[in-house]
Every structure is written in structure tokens, then in C-alpha cells.
């Protein structure tokens, strides 16, 4: 696994926990919106670094999945602006969501991102023998 991309999905999780947890415990809203406002700004953060990965390395793929990037954050600011105008109550129902598509997304669309990256390392390791 490419050692920038496993730390940055690991700190998703993390965050995601945090944010599950003060759900549960029943915080107040404010505290939930920061928690998710934390959650989305490091989303972002980590899109960016993934991209500049796919840049380099010339990711047969990067189109689609930015665009996938592109509509994850669309729909976490929508939620976003919902849950500070007060229009959302959120609970568990919108946890799930959140799990949902970021299981999804790491273990389908960056997976294939892994597996290519990893497939670049074993070539240039063959190359250098
Ligand atoms: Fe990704
Ligand atoms: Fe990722």
C-alpha cells in the first residue's frame, strides 16, 4: 500500500469514528457540525493528495475517479450546509450514508488505484534487478 494513502484512509476512519461517537452520545449540534466539518476538510485534503498521486504516475483511470472525488465532496457540503441551517436532524441514518460511500470508495475505486500502483513498483523493481 502506498504509505501516504493507507495513513490519510486510516485518519478518514478515525475521523468518521469521532463523528459516529458524538452522535451516539448525543452532543450537541454544534459539536456535530464541527466534528463533520473536521471530517469533510480532510476529505478534501486527501482527494487533492490522491490526485497528485494519480498525476504522477499517469493513473490510466484519474477521470472517473476524480470525478467520483468530485461528487463525494458535493454531497458531504450539501449535508453540510443542511445540518448548519439547521434543516437536517443528524443521526444514524446519515452515519451510514457516510460509511457507506467511503467503504465503497476505498475498497472498490482506490483499491484499483492501489493495485495499479503497487503493479508500477514490482515493474521498476523487475527493471532495477
Ligand atoms: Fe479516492
Ligand atoms: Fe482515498
Redesign the pocket.
Known sequence: MHPLLEKEHQQLIDLLDDLDKCILKGYSVNQVVKRLDDFVAFAGEH?KN?EKIMEYYKYTDIID?KK??ASLLKQLRTLQSQLSNGLTPFGQGYMQLLRNWLEA?LLD??NR?EEFLYQINADSDKKNR
Do not use: G, S, V
Open positions: 482527494f490522491e475517479h467520483e472525488h470508495h475505486t482506490d488505484l
